[in-house]
C-alpha cells in the first residue's frame, strides 16, 4: 500500500488511508438495518451519500440524520427487481454527483420456510432481490466506473454465503451466489481499477430475523456456536466496510470478508462433562 501510495505521489506520514473525503458513495436498501449502518459509518468516514428505497419518502429521517453529520445524502427510488428503475436510479445519481466512488449492495431479502414449503414465487422473490438485482445494480454503475478507472463495489452477503441453515434454502442459494458473483466480478473488472470484495455479517438481529430473537433459547444456542458468544451488533461492522470502501483496500479483491464472531469456523455446542 505504502509503495502505491508513493508511486501517487501521496505523503505516507499526512495521509488516511481509511478517509473517504471527497468520495461518493451509493448504499442500496437504506430506509432501515444494516443498510442505514452501513451508511452511517461511510458518512463519519468523509463520504457523501446516495441513500435508496422502494418509497423514498421514508429516507427523510436518516437523510436529516446524515445532513447533520455534514455530509450529503440524495434519497432516490430503487426497487432491485426492476431493470428501468436501477438504470432511472443510478442517471440520477450520475446527475447529482457526477460519480459513484463506492456501492454497496445492500438491498436484500428473505423468506423463512420449511424447503418443502417453499413456492416458485418465494424463489423468485429472494433470488431476483439478492442476486439479480447485485447484478445489475453493479453492472449499471460499473459503466461509470470503468471510463474514470476507479471504484470499490461491496456486496453484502452473510454467514449463508459458505454454511448452510434449514428454511433458508433459497436464501442461501442467494447468498451463495452473490459470493460467486463477487469473485466474476472482480475478475471482470480489476483491470478496470474497480475492486469488488463481499461483506459477509453472521448473526445479527436485524427487522428480517428478529422474531428469532425473542426465543431465549434458541439465542443461547446460536452463542454456544459463536467463539465470542455474542450475536453481531451493527457498530462490528464498520470497520471493514470502511475498510472495504477505501484506499486501504485497494489490493484487495474477489474476497469474502465474514464478520461472523467465528461461527463459520464451524464451533459446536460444548458437550457437558462426564462424571468421573
Same mark, same amino acid.
Given at each position: ?53 422502494? +418509497? ?30 436501477? +438504470? ?50 453493479? +453492472? ?92 453481531? +451488533? ?43
Amino acid at each position: 500500500i505504502q509503495m502505491g501510495m508513493a508511486r501517487r505521489g501521496v505523503p505516507l506520514m499526512e495521509s488516511n488511508l481509511f478517509d473517504l473525503t471527497g468520495k461518493v458513495a451509493l448504499v442500496t436498501g437504506t430506509s432501515r438495518g444494516l443498510g442505514q449502518f452501513f451508511a452511517r459509518a461511510l458518512a463519519k468516514a468523509g463520504a457523501d451519500l446516495i441513500i435508496t428505497s422502494r +418509497q423514498p419518502a421514508t429516507l427523510g429521517p436518516f437523510q436529516s440524520e446524515i445532513e447533520a453529520l455534514g455530509r450529503q445524502a440524495l434519497p432516490l427510488a430503487l426497487d432491485v427487481r426492476d431493470y428501468d428503475s436501477i +438504470q432511472k436510479m443510478v442517471a440520477s445519481a450520475m446527475g447529482h454527483y457526477g460519480k459513484i466512488d463506492v456501492l454497496v449492495n445492500n438491498a436484500g431479502c428473505n423468506i423463512r420456510k420449511p424447503a418443502l414449503e417453499v413456492a416458485w414465487e418465494d424463489w423468485n422473490t429472494v433470488l431476483d432481490t439478492n442476486l439479480r438485482g447485485t447484478f445489475f445494480v453493479s +453492472q449499471a454503475v460499473a459503466r461509470h466506473m470503468i471510463p474514470r478507472k476507479y471504484g470499490r463495489m461491496i456486496n453484502i452477503g452473510s454467514v449463508t454465503c459458505v454454511s448452510g441453515y434449514a428454511g433458508l434454502a433459497p436464501y442461501g442459494a442467494s447468498r451463495g451466489g452473490v459470493k460467486q458473483l463477487t469473485m466474476s466480478l472482480a475478475a471482470d473488472w480489476g483491470v478496470h481499477g474497480i475492486t469488488v470484495n463481499c461483506l459477509a455479517p453472521g448473526w445479527f438481529k436485524t427487522a428480517q430475523n428478529a422474531v428469532l430473537y425473542e426465543d431465549q433459547e434458541w439465542v443461547d444456542y446460536l452463542c454456544e456456536r459463536i467463539p465470542l458468544k455474542r450475536p453481531g +451488533q451493527p457498530g462490528d461492522l464498520d470497520g471493514a466496510i470502511v475498510f472495504l470502501a477505501s484506499d486501504a483496500s485497494e489490493y484487495v479483491t474477489a474476497q469474502t470478508l465474514l464478520i461472523d464472531g467465528g461461527i463459520s469456523g464451524g464451533a459446536l455446542r460444548a458437550l457437558p462433562k462426564k462424571p468421573r
